[in-house]
């Protein structure tokens, strides 16, 4: 059995909520293997965010194991966990976070600033990223010439620009009409089953969650149970 990419055992968060303790999450075990599209489903406060969270190295967790590409992340400091961020994983999140004063090709060249790259190949890998979401003819357009759809693509194509092994995505739909939420997914269904990337997605929207490999469900910081791939 080849080893998960994503490796989680009993993993725990807590906050400090005054003098208080809550924690949100209690002992996660879940394996992610390279290639799977799994959906994190459960109602709100459930933990689903703070897992995904923990998962893309955005938050530490408080306890457990959590091993992403035979790597603890868990050990790992902040400056040690923002390059890890940076050449593993590609974010999609419900506000597509773009810069209104740059182009599409622009907001998609962000993450490679950080790089050690030059214009040109920066350019280029844009580019790439923009026509591998269907964008390529608006490449120039800034983010208020978009429809909220494109704007998503342009977010999506932003976050694989790196190349990254694991695509992290909260409510990416969460703003879009039903028939635009539904082609995104489709794109995002592509990345998975075309180029083997592997996507941890939190919705709430259970048509959301038919389009991926398997869906997973947290209750009450816990995961309850586990549906197959249809």
């Known amino acids: 059995m080849a080893t998960p990419l994503v490796e989680i055992r009993g993993l725990t968060k807590a906050y400090a909520r005054g003098k208080q303790r809550v924690e949100v999450l209690h002992g996660i075990d879940l394996d992610i293997p390279e290639g799977d599209f799994v959906a994190l489903m459960g109602p709100s406060g459930s933990g689903k965010t703070t897992l995904l969270n923990l998962i893309g190295g955005l938050d530490s967790p408080s306890g457990g194991l959590l091993r992403v590409g035979g790597q603890r992340i868990d050990d790992f400091g902040s400056d ?3 390059a890890w961020r940076a050449s593993t994983v590609g974010f999609i999140f419900q506000s597509y976070n773009l810069m209104p004063v740059l182009t599409a090709q622009k907001n998609v060249e962000l993450p490679l600033l950080l790089a050690d790259m ?3 190949e920066r350019s280029r890998r844009a580019s790439i990223a ?3 979401v269907g ?3 608006r490449a120039k357009h800034k983010p208020n010439e978009l429809s909220g759809g494109q704007q998503q693509r342009v977010a999506i194509a932003r976050a694989l620009v790196s190349d990254p092994r694991l695509l992290i995505c909260d409510e990416p739909t969460g703003d879009l009409d039903r028939k635009t939420a539904d ?3 489709r794109l995002l269904q592509q990345l998975n089953q075309e180029f083997g990337k592997t996507i941890v ?3 709430h929207d259970p048509k ?6 398997r869906t997973v469900h947290l209750d009450k910081g816990t995961l309850v149970d586990e549906a197959p791939a249809h």
């Open 201 to 203: 997605m939190v919705t």
């Open 118 to 120: 030059g214009a040109a």
């Open 208 to 213: 959301a969650a038919e389009y991926a490999r």
């Open 80 to 82: 040690e966990l923002a």
């Open 183 to 185: 082609e995104v997914l």
């Open 130 to 132: 923009l026509k591998l």
């Open 135 to 137: 964008l390529d003819d």
